[in-house]
């Protein structure tokens, strides 16, 4: 089972510059999330989404724009690259939440550096 | 404010010894609260879920305690290996609305031989 899988692995960008992280998972869960991960600091909550078709923000959503089209994608584009998204980026999928057995399952994450 | 707080930040133990991570948390209302293992360059994978009513859990060399009355929970690793060497991150969740998870700054475990 390939799980929760994120491409691409590294990413360097210029500042002002777009891109796309891509998520996908083959678990058939119907929630999934973005995450980002600071250095010190706990994951903190940029996207999520609960099924095909629907999004919310989390904590930390400017600055990013997320997509739901099928149960297995959850893509995350940044528009205006700022030095201040450099960051790992982790998506996720899960059962729902209050679901006896609904651990998160995380990708491996996208390391990026905006320079 | 929900906040969720880990000690010590970094650990070095030698292979073979014990050791317990903490956690303390303010989220409320509770609904649980899991421990994970994140490997260098890896995302964090669940090593144990605590609910209200779980005061222990096991799983292999790893044991979770869960004091709700106190909002603690503990991580003890028994005879630990070098493949133990991650970081342990502490996650509560809440039953609000919908849902709000609050995850702590995690511990950094280094095994050395």
């Known amino acids: 089972n390939a799980g929760v899988t994120q491409t691409p692995k590294f990413r360097i960008l210029k500042i002002g510059q777009s891109m796309t992280l891509q998520c996908a998972q083959d678990m058939n869960h119907n929630y999934m999330y973005w995450y980002r991960q600071d250095p010190g600091m706990g994951l903190k909550l940029i996207y999520y989404?609960?099924?095909?078709?629907?999004?919310d923000k989390g904590e930390v959503p400017n600055g990013y724009n997320v997509s739901r089209s099928t149960t297995e994608d959850f893509p995350l584009r940044l528009e205006l690259a700022a030095p201040s998204q450099t960051s790992v980026y982790f998506c996720?999928?899960?059962?729902?939440?209050?679901?006896?057995?609904?651990?998160?399952?995380f990708g491996n994450g996208t390391r990026l550096t905006v320079t | 404010k929900n906040q969720v707080e880990q000690s010590p930040q970094s650990l070095i133990i030698l292979e073979g010894k014990n050791c317990t991570l903490q956690c303390n948390y303010t989220v409320s209302p509770f609904s649980n609260l899991r421990w994970y293992k994140q490997d260098t360059g890896r995302g964090p994978v669940s090593l144990t879920i605590m609910t209200f009513s779980e005061n222990t859990k096991s799983n292999g060399r790893y044991t979770a305690t869960l004091d709700a009355d106190t909002k603690q929970s503990s991580l003890h690793i028994t005879a630990s290996q070098l493949s133990d060497s991650a970081s342990y991150i502490c996650?509560?969740?809440?039953?609000?609305?919908?849902?709000?998870?609050?995850f702590g700054a995690g511990t950094r475990l280094f095994v050395k031989a």
């Open positions: 989404s609960v099924g095909a078709g629907i999004t």
């Open positions: 996720a999928s899960s059962y729902p939440p209050g679901a006896p057995n609904s651990p998160l399952h």
């Open positions: 996650v509560v969740s809440a039953t609000t609305g919908g849902f709000k998870t609050i």
